[in-house]
């Protein structure tokens, strides 16, 4: 019986939950993504880097269905993410995002704006939802800062507020968008151990970042994009055992 538990965990992890195939996104006359394809399994955490314009927001936003791909496809637990179906709303409850637009309502308090995106989520109990916002908020050590105006907060405790409400309803898959993008150290260290924390629990992370230090951090698989093309994919292991004698920076500008 054990046996078989470790092999189904094992079957488990090994299961490719986000599939890109051969993706092409344009912007007019603008190619933005050319032919990207890439596969994300539950427990990695996969660095999506390159500069801005290199397209990493444009997948983010085609893997949540805000953008329909010009050709390719794309699935996310085996649902096409731009259909307006039962299915794909199910499945899009299985995710939690954080954007570079943060959609808070700064006249709210951190509690309340957690509240009301708690309150969105069919997979939350309803007499459970005030325990389960009370628990994120200590989660990203924002308990103390609960009952304060949005406005008021400094922009790594948006940052954290964002991550909590990324994670309130307990998803599979986190997609987030520059993260760590200029917040201070403490908020930095509590959102990357967040995001192990996430893949040690079999779940999926993709990290797009342009910050080569960050991902060499936390990332276990990467791709680096450069104008809409992918130049890698693969491990940081790889990426080493590729360019044995370089740092992470110059094989960067090498692929660049």
């Known amino acids: 019986m054990k046996i078989e538990k470790r092999q189904q965990a094992e079957d488990m992890k090994l299961k490719n ?19 990207i394809s890439f596969n994300i399994s539950n427990g990695q955490i996969f660095g999506y880097l390159g500069p801005n314009g290199a397209g990493k927001t444009t997948t983010i936003k085609l893997l949540l269905g805000l953008l329909k791909p010009d050709s390719g496809d794309i699935k996310v637990s085996d649902k096409d993410p731009y259909l307006d179906t039962i299915e794909t709303q199910n499945m899009k409850q299985q995710i939690g995002f954080v954007l570079e637009s943060d959609l808070l309502n700064p006249n709210l308090s951190g509690f309340k704006n ?20 009370n628990e994120v908020m200590t989660i990203v050590n924002l308990t103390d ?7 008021n907060y400094s922009h790594g405790m948006k940052k954290r507020l964002l991550f909590a409400r990324a994670i309130v309803h307990n998803p599979l898959i986190l997609i987030l968008d520059e993260p760590t993008n200029g917040i201070d150290l403490e908020s930095r260290l509590i959102v ?12 999926i992370i993709l990290f797009s970042s342009h910050d080569l230090n960050e991902v060499q951090k936390i990332c276990t698989n990467i791709i680096i994009l450069n104008k809409g093309e992918k130049r890698f994919d693969g491990t940081l292991e790889e990426l080493k055992i590729k360019y044995p004698k370089e740092s992470l920076e110059n094989i960067y500008l090498k692929l660049m």
Do not use: C, H, S, T
């Open 17 to 35: 939950i986000i599939v890109v195939d051969n993706v092409v996104k344009k912007y007019g006359n603008q190619i933005v993504l050319k032919n």
């Open 114 to 133: 957690i509240l009301y995106w708690a309150e969105l989520y069919d997979n939350l109990n309803p007499e459970n939802i005030y325990k389960q916002v």
């Open 192 to 203: 990357r151990n967040l995001i192990k924390k996430f893949a040690n629990e079999n779940k």
């Open 145 to 151: 800062y609960k009952d304060m105006l949005v406005k």
